[in-house]
């Protein structure tokens, strides 16, 4: 009966003690900074790789000076003149003190630029960080990472086919 009881402690401790949201996730590290001034209100932008390249993933954080409370942001991302995504900016999910995009990538290298609408106790304002250089994609062009990543499935595919063709050829 004790080694239950002490088995079963012993679980429950490492179910809740690993089970911590803390230790879930890393914390963002923003390792380059830009600032903007949008109406009243100067906001920094927070990447968490530097320079920026088309396809890969970043966290990108935008901090009002005095706080995201009472204030409300809008995102609008332009790349040349072709207005590419509007979206309400939302609280960082792993940095719950700015707003923020987790694990986001720019699609295409080239110029970028970064609109931004806030709204907030001080008036409304609208600023932008223009000239947001995005290099191209890093490693070996898609059609080749696809390419070299069908080939397990090829190779499962005819693992499938011999073993279908032996077990048939017995049960005749």
Known sequence: MSKTLLGLLGTA????????????????NVVHTEKV?????????GFSTWPVKAMQSLDFTFAPENGI????????L??????????????HPRKREVWGLDIFALPEPGTWT???DVDGPAGAGTGELKNLQV??????????????STIPLFGL?????VAWRRTRATVE
């Open 69 to 76: 409370d009472g204030k409300k942001g809008t995102l609008t």
């Open 114 to 116: 970064m609109r931004f």
């Open 135 to 148: 290099m191209e994609q890093p490693g070996p062009p898609m059609g080749l990472s696809w390419a070299i």
């Open 157 to 161: 595919i005819a693992l499938i086919v």
């Open 78 to 91: 332009f790349r040349g003149s072709v207005e590419s995504d509007d979206s309400p900016l939302a609280r």
């Open 13 to 28: 401790a490492l179910l809740f003690g690993l089970t911590t949201p803390a230790l879930a996730f890393e914390p963002v």
């Open 37 to 45: 001034k949008a109406g009243p209100y100067d906001l920094t932008i």
